[in-house]
Structure formats: structure tokens, C-alpha cells
């Protein structure tokens, strides 16, 4: 079991910067890939970004590509999301996701995943 609590969401100026994470406990984090998945209200689920259990593999959405960037440090058991110059589009609850798998592996599909987080907000304002 892997339980994963988001925080960094809040308030932030179109333009501006935020930094998510994302804290693991349980079992072996090294060993799951992660994933950052947002949704808006009124929206579906969808795909942000997703790295590797060796962080040597981050894949992301096209919306987010250049804008966002995924890393993980293993040793604290957390993974990050950097945001930066945000849009109102970006605005959502975002949630991190875990999924035991190859150490190359990414996943973008929500359904992968065996875990995720309560989820944090962000809000964009212009």
C-alpha cells in the first residue's frame, strides 16, 4: 500500500510559478512510477505528466509541454511538479498517482495507476 498526500496548490497569477508535491510513504517509492494527472470542474481527469521510478523517463501533455517540468528525489519519497508559466487553463485539482512497474516505464492513461492522492488546488487568476 502507498498512501500520497499532494501540497504546494493555491493561488497564483497567470504567469506565475507554483511548485506541487507530492509525499509517499508505505511501500518502496523507488520502485513507482509517478504520475500528475488534473481536473477542472466540469471536466474529465486528465494527464499531466509522468516519470519513470529512476526519474530518467518524464513524459507530458502537449498543453504543459515547456512549461512544466516532473522530478522526483527518491531518498525523500516525494515527486515535484514545477509550473511555471501558468495559464487559466491550468487552473484544477491536481493529483498524483503511483504505479509499481519497469524502471522505464511512464503511464498516461489514469486507469494504470494503483494509487493516488486527495489532490491539491490550483488556482489561476488573470
Known amino acids: 500500500q502507498v498512501q500520497l498526500v499532494e501540497s504546494g496548490g493555491g493561488l497564483v497569477q497567470a504567469g506565475g510559478s507554483l511548485r506541487l508535491s507530492c509525499a509517499a510513504s508505505?511501500?518502496?517509492?523507488?520502485?513507482?512510477?509517478m504520475g500528475w494527472f488534473r481536473q477542472a470542474p466540469g471536466k474529465e481527469r486528465e494527464f499531466v505528466t509522468a516519470?519513470?521510478?529512476?526519474?530518467?523517463?518524464?513524459y507530458y501533455a502537449g498543453s504543459v509541454k515547456g512549461r512544466f517540468t516532473i522530478s522526483r528525489d527518491n531518498a525523500k519519497n516525494t515527486v515535484y511538479l514545477q509550473m511555471n508559466s501558468q495559464r487559466a487553463q491550468d487552473a484544477a485539482v491536481y493529483y498524483c498517482e503511483a504505479k509499481e512497474g519497469p524502471i522505464y516505464r511512464t503511464y498516461v492513461e489514469g486507469s494504470e495507476y494503483d494509487y493516488w492522492g486527495q489532490g491539491t488546488q490550483v488556482t489561476v487568476s488573470s
Open positions: 516519470i519513470s521510478w529512476n526519474g530518467a523517463y518524464t
Open positions: 508505505g511501500r518502496t517509492f523507488s520502485r513507482y512510477a
